[in-house]
């Protein structure tokens, strides 16, 4: 009877885990949303996963062997791949062929190059989908093999958030708590799961009900960690990657990168424009959450592209320029162009394509490090009585997105835009009364300022707080700005790219070089004018020049400010850098030449991080350890029994399912100094808990039983070395190795 009902058990169990692993995968998957597209690989990191742990599943309740069921989704994953993503080429569309396998590193190349250049969230390419499809795969059959032959659940769940911190580091953000939280209870039912699973010995006490506290001490802790800690981790500015060179965040999380310690020149340009004009790398329209995320429309190759100039009303001048630029240190897959592009030619390589609604050209897997290309303007130049005349328009349903405002968005940002234009009367004035408002002396530029007070970002709760304060930098005036014309009812959107930078001192084709560092890394608004097209602001105090159009009784051929505002000419490329560090008010709490404390923060955060992470398995293995203590008190030989081999394990001491109590008692004794009293005691008490008739096992005393097991294991620590008994303290076997297990049967040292 109990023979036969153990597998039915233990066949639903195994149901039910593998249920819950498929929920804790998809649960660790989740964030990759933000960092790549959604498309074809959001429904393939599902169905596919579905598939293999399916067979896994069916493949146990046939019987069939562990070996041969890692094999079994080892066949599937390899079908189910060919089948999707090499069709075409494959024997009956599923069987690999030569030609096949030769696009696999194909492939991996142009993902890992499109990852490394890339922009987040990232174009859901075929390249990228092979990649994290195929990856998810074979996540998924060592995770089956892990948790349902291995019966290790807590190794998965290492897997799990490693997977689930990898958009922390591809993107800077804060951390999604729910997120987290959602991942925690997938895993947390993982392991209970898996633990009642589990065939209990009916003749003694088990102590494996242990597991789910311990399972929740580690699932707490790393919530600590991840929420506490993680966001206190520090951010590289440049993402290191197969590209050297210098990236930038398209996301406006621009402000670790505008700190940066050092200036770097990133591009060089020279052409016929009266003024220098600012670079584009992308536009952003849809604020989500707490960052900006870049526009994502049609594009097609520079070959396809016709160039066509934007639309514009007759009556509306327009001036065509050329723009040569260079490109130094920019290892992003964004080319810097002037807007609006109409033309781009000199760029090497076939990957490039261009958005014609915005006009930004990006790769699909290189870099814009050292490019030289000539790009080609249209620029719209209405007069003053013109763009006073024009209205900011949605355009229809096309700019419809450039009117959203988020959820829950200060009201400060309202009512701030109707106070400071409430004596303009048309769209135009309003806009340059916004735009003087914010140059003016209410608002102060600072770098320092938004990490001070907290601010330090581009979601609307962070553009509600710079506006209290009245500081920040380009990305809060940037922001500010165009919510503040969506409360208007205009549509807007922000730019990211460089400000022209400073002359060089240099000409090339008689023009005047100008070389842009990574101090001028900018961001900065623009609104849609019907007739004119999208107008650029330039809010940000001490940066730039602000926007005027002139008015029809002045020269058009004398130099005047384009649509894309241009900075103020300088000598000196810190001269529109905005203050740099060595310029902070001394009352902001850093020491000229010393240390400012609050940059001890993220060190600090670190360390106790780090220390959490280590404490965290011998604090596991103390509230376990506590618990047992209290069964073992109470009369439980077998929780006695279960620490001894615990100790053990700790001590790299082989623990195997087929050695008897009293066989595992003796190899103690005479091999590893194990104290010969204390365990025979304990052998005669877990030998008659699990053999003697029921009217004849007795409960043994339970303070006994502590001071044996406790003298065992003092004898065991005794006989090892001074850095065995570390590593057991720091990293003890026993929280995810059990005894009779596969790695409990192999010597981790001798000891």
């Given at each position: 009877?109990?023979?036969?009902?153990?597998?039915?058990?233990?066949?639903?169990?195994?149901?039910?885990?593998?249920?819950?692993?498929?929920?804790?995968?998809?649960?660790?998957?989740?964030?990759l949303?933000?960092?790549?597209?959604?498309?074809?690989?959001?429904?393939?990191?599902?169905?596919?996963?579905?598939?293999?742990?399916?067979?896994?599943?069916?493949?146990?309740?046939?019987?069939?062997?562990?070996?041969?069921?890692?094999?079994?989704?080892v066949?599937l994953?390899?079908?189910?791949?060919?089948?999707?993503?090499?069709?075409?080429?494959?024997?009956?569309?599923?069987?690999?062929?030569?030609?096949?396998?030769?696009?696999?590193?194909?492939?991996?190349?142009?993902?890992?190059?499109?990852?490394?250049?890339?922009?987040?969230?990232?174009?859901?390419?075929?390249?990228?989908t092979?990649?994290?499809?195929?990856?998810?795969?074979?996540?998924?059959?060592?995770?089956?093999?892990?948790?349902?032959?291995?019966?290790?659940?807590?190794?998965?769940?290492?897997?799990?958030?490693?997977?689930?911190?990898?958009?922390?580091?591809a993107?800077?953000s804060?951390?999604?708590?729910?997120?987290?939280?959602?991942?925690?209870?997938?895993?947390?039912?993982?392991?209970r799961?898996?633990?009642?699973?589990?065939?209990?010995?009916?003749?003694?006490?088990?102590?494996?009900?242990?597991?789910?506290?311990?399972?929740?001490?580690?699932?707490?802790?790393?919530?600590?960690?991840?929420?506490?800690?993680a966001?206190?981790?520090?951010?590289?500015?440049?993402?290191?990657?197969?590209?050297?060179?210098?990236?930038i965040?398209?996301?406006?999380?621009?402000?670790?990168?505008?700190?940066?310690?050092s200036?770097?020149?990133?591009?060089?340009?020279?052409?016929?424009?009266?003024?220098?004009?600012?670079?584009?790398?992308?536009?952003?329209?849809?604020?989500?959450?707490?960052?900006?995320?870049?526009?994502?429309?049609?594009?097609?190759t520079?070959?396809?592209?016709?160039?066509?100039?934007?639309?514009?009303?007759?009556?509306?001048?327009?001036?065509?320029?050329?723009?040569?630029?260079?490109?130094?240190?920019?290892?992003?897959?964004?080319?810097?162009?002037?807007?609006?592009?109409?033309?781009?030619?000199?760029?090497?390589?076939?990957?490039?394509?261009?958005?014609?609604?915005?006009?930004?050209?990006?790769?699909?897997?290189?870099?814009?490090?050292?490019?030289?290309?000539?790009?080609?303007?249209?620029?719209?130049?209405p007069?003053?009585?013109?763009?006073?005349?024009?209205?900011?328009?949605?355009?229809g349903?096309?700019?419809?997105?450039?009117?959203?405002?988020?959820?829950?968005?200060?009201?400060?940002?309202?009512?701030?835009?109707?106070?400071v234009?409430?004596?303009?009367d048309?769209?135009?004035?309003?806009?340059?009364?916004?735009?003087?408002?914010?140059?003016?002396?209410?608002?102060?530029?600072?770098?320092?300022?938004?990490?001070?007070?907290?601010?330090?970002?581009?979601?609307?709760d962070?553009?509600?707080?710079?506006?209290e304060?009245?500081?920040?930098?380009?990305?809060?005036?940037?922001?500010?700005?165009?919510?503040?014309?969506?409360?208007?009812?205009?549509?807007?959107?922000?730019?990211?790219?460089?400000?022209?930078?400073?002359?060089?001192?240099?000409?090339?084709?008689?023009?005047?070089?100008?070389?842009?560092t990574?101090?001028?890394?900018?961001?900065?608004?623009?609104?849609?004018?019907?007739?004119?097209?999208?107008?650029?602001?330039?809010?940000?105090?001490?940066?730039?020049?602000?926007?005027?159009?002139?008015?029809?009784?002045?020269?058009?051929?004398?130099?005047?400010?384009?649509?894309?505002?241009?900075?103020?000419?300088?000598?000196?490329?810190?001269?529109?850098?905005?203050?740099?560090?060595?310029?902070?008010?001394?009352?902001?709490?850093?020491?000229?030449?010393?240390i400012?404390?609050?940059?001890?923060?993220?060190?600090?955060?670190?360390?106790?991080?780090?220390?959490?992470?280590?404490?965290?398995?011998?604090?596991?293995?103390?509230?376990?350890?506590?618990?047992?203590?209290?069964?073992?008190?109470?009369?439980?030989?077998?929780?006695?029994?279960?620490?001894?081999?615990?100790?053990?394990?700790?001590?790299?001491?082989?623990?195997?399912?087929?050695e008897?109590?009293?066989?595992?008692?003796?190899?103690?004794?005479?091999?590893?100094?194990?104290?010969p009293?204390?365990?025979?005691?304990?052998?005669?008490?877990?030998?008659?808990?699990?053999?003697?008739?029921?009217?004849?096992?007795?409960?043994?005393?339970?303070?006994?039983?502590?001071?044996?097991?406790?003298?065992?294991?003092?004898?065991?620590?005794?006989?090892?070395?001074?850095?065995?008994?570390?590593?057991?303290?720091?990293?003890?076997?026993?929280?995810?190795?059990?005894?009779?297990?596969?790695?409990?049967a192999?010597?981790?040292?001798?000891?």
């Amino acid at each position: 009877m109990s023979t036969d009902g153990a597998p039915s058990r233990s066949r639903r169990g195994d149901a039910g885990t593998t249920i819950a692993l498929l929920v804790a995968l998809v649960a660790a998957l989740l964030p990759l949303l933000s960092v790549i597209a959604p498309g074809t690989w959001t429904v393939l990191c599902i169905a596919g996963p579905a598939a293999l742990l399916l067979a896994g599943y069916l493949s146990r309740r046939w019987g069939v062997p562990a070996v041969a069921v890692t094999l079994i989704e080892v066949a599937l994953w390899i079908l189910g791949t060919t089948a999707v993503f090499f069709s075409d080429v494959a024997w009956l569309a599923v069987l690999p062929t030569l030609e096949a396998i030769e696009r696999v590193p194909l492939l991996l190349e142009e993902a890992v190059a499109a990852i490394t250049v890339g922009v987040a969230p990232l174009e859901a390419t075929p390249a990228v989908t092979f990649l994290v499809v195929g990856s998810v795969g074979l996540l998924v059959i060592a995770l089956d093999h892990v948790v349902l032959t291995a019966r290790m659940p807590l190794l998965a769940t290492v897997a799990f958030m490693a997977v689930w911190l990898i958009p922390s580091l591809a993107i800077r953000s804060e951390v999604d708590v729910w997120a987290f939280v959602l991942l925690a209870a997938a895993m947390l039912w993982l392991i209970r799961s898996d633990t009642r699973s589990r065939v209990r010995s009916t003749s003694a006490p088990s102590p494996a009900s242990g597991v789910g506290v311990v399972s929740a001490v580690i699932a707490t802790v790393a919530i600590v960690v991840a929420v506490v800690a993680a966001p206190t981790l520090p951010q590289s500015a440049a993402t290191g990657g197969v590209v050297s060179g210098t990236t930038i965040d398209a996301s406006l999380n621009l402000g670790d990168d505008l700190r940066r310690p050092s200036e770097v020149p990133v591009v060089r340009t020279w052409g016929d424009s009266p003024t220098p004009p600012y670079l584009r790398v992308a536009t952003l329209t849809r604020l989500d959450g707490d960052s900006w995320r870049p526009d994502r429309g049609r594009s097609v190759t520079l070959d396809e592209w016709d160039g066509a100039a934007p639309e514009t009303a007759e009556d509306i001048r327009v001036v065509e320029y050329r723009t040569q630029v260079e490109v130094l240190d920019l290892a992003s897959a964004t080319l810097p162009v002037p807007y609006p592009a109409t033309a781009i030619e000199g760029v090497d390589g076939a990957e490039w394509v261009v958005t014609p609604d915005n006009r930004t050209v990006r790769s699909t897997g290189v870099a814009a490090q050292g490019q030289q290309y000539e790009v080609a303007t249209t620029v719209s130049r209405p007069s003053l009585e013109q763009a006073r005349e024009s209205q900011a328009t949605s355009g229809g349903a096309r700019f419809a997105s450039a009117l959203e405002l988020p959820l829950g968005m200060p009201e400060n940002i309202a009512r701030l835009a109707e106070e400071v234009t409430v004596d303009a009367d048309n769209d135009y004035d309003r806009l340059l009364a916004l735009q003087s408002w914010f140059r003016g002396t209410s608002f102060d530029y600072s770098l320092d300022a938004p990490v001070e007070e907290g601010f330090d970002g581009s979601g609307a709760d962070a553009i509600g707080d710079s506006l209290e304060v009245r500081s920040g930098y380009c990305v809060h005036f940037a922001s500010a700005f165009a919510l503040m014309a969506r409360t208007l009812d205009m549509p807007s959107r922000v730019v990211v790219g460089f400000l022209p930078g400073a002359p060089t001192g240099e000409t090339a084709d008689d023009e005047r070089v100008y070389e842009a560092t990574t101090a001028q890394l900018h961001a900065w608004p623009e609104v849609r004018f019907e007739g004119i097209g999208w107008v650029a602001f330039e809010p940000t105090k001490s940066l730039g020049s602000a926007q005027r159009f002139i008015a029809e009784d002045i020269d058009p051929s004398a130099p005047e400010p384009s649509a894309s505002p241009a900075p103020s000419a300088s000598a000196s490329p810190s001269a529109t850098a905005g203050p740099r560090a060595d310029e902070r008010d001394p009352e902001s709490g850093a020491v000229a030449g010393g240390i400012d404390p609050s940059k001890l923060l993220p060190t600090l955060g670190l360390i106790l991080g780090i220390a959490a992470l280590i404490a965290a398995p011998a604090l596991a293995r103390r509230i376990r350890a506590a618990s047992r203590t209290a069964r073992v008190q109470g009369g439980s030989a077998g929780t006695a029994w279960r620490m001894v081999q615990d100790s053990a394990l700790d001590l790299g001491i082989e623990v195997p399912a087929a050695e008897s109590p009293r066989a595992f008692a003796a190899r103690l004794t005479t091999e590893h100094g194990a104290d010969p009293t204390a365990l025979g005691r304990l052998t005669a008490a877990v030998e008659r808990a699990s053999y003697a008739a029921p009217n004849e096992r007795g409960r043994p005393a339970g303070e006994s039983l502590m001071a044996d097991a406790a003298s065992v294991h003092r004898s065991l620590r005794e006989a090892v070395s001074p850095g065995r008994r570390l590593a057991a303290t720091v990293l003890p076997r026993s929280l995810i190795v059990r005894p009779g297990s596969t790695f409990a049967a192999a010597t981790a040292a001798n000891a």
